[in-house]
């Protein structure tokens, strides 16, 4: 099994922890293609190594937004009932199915959520939860984790943007129990990742710590940023990460 040399482990510690903090998602989003491009790890191997980093980065960036009261714990129950089941299934799912075509469904659907905080960002406060919407926040955590086992992120880019636009969370709150969600959900797909061999938890513990002493200043970043600030950044990074999955599928 390959192993990430130091200094690219080191790099892509750094940015994912900062990405981890400031915008509630476990960092995946950089550390998968890092070792993709960087450290040469086949697709697979690099997924599944992201997700053991992203446990102690999440744990790391979920403080901050603790002490700022910004995390609805019984909405990130609700959520974590679906995740859980859907990190089961994405890493069962991630040697099965062909990662290009479900590259390409999931950067289709992070460009249309990232229009849609452009286009008309939703900041209102927490609202009140009946029924349905109960569901649909565990339908969303189902989908979150599915696509944290599969790809080897946290979920957040699927968590925040479902919490901003459809329940009524502040930017800050969706980001703080979408961390609460992605710690454990990550804990359970390495854990599967791990039984197949599938992780290289060498690789992953020096990106995890050292991504863990950025997410703090990440969780910062985003206490001090205004709601719309927040939104709009957070849909610019929904593009670029949009647009590499497009390209490393077309390159594919």
Known sequence: MPYAPAVPAVVIGLLAGLVAGAFGVGGGILIVPGLMWLSRYDQ?????????????????SLVPYVLNGAVSWG??????????????????LMHVLPLRALSTAFALLLGGTAVRLFV???????????????????????????????????GGIVIVPALVLFAGFAPLDAKGTSLAVILPTALIGTWRNRRRGNADLRAASVI???GAT????????????????????????LTLVAGRMVLEAVRR
């Open 44 to 60: 697979r191997l690099a997924h599944g190594t992201s997700l053991a980093a992203v446990v102690p980065i999440s744990a790391a």
């Open 75 to 92: 909405v990130a129950a609700l959520l974590l009932g679906g995740s859980l089941l859907g990190a089961v299934a994405g890493t069962a």
């Open 120 to 154: 008309s960002p939703h900041t209102g406060g927490s609202g009140d939860f009946d029924a349905r919407l109960a569901l649909a926040v565990a339908a969303v955590g189902l989908v979150a984790g599915t696509v944290s086992g599969l790809l080897g992120v946290g």
């Open 208 to 210: 995890g710590a050292v």
């Open 214 to 237: 950025t997410a703090l200043a990440g969780g910062a970043i985003a206490a001090a940023l205004p709601d719309q600030a927040a939104n709009v950044a957070f849909a610019a990074l």
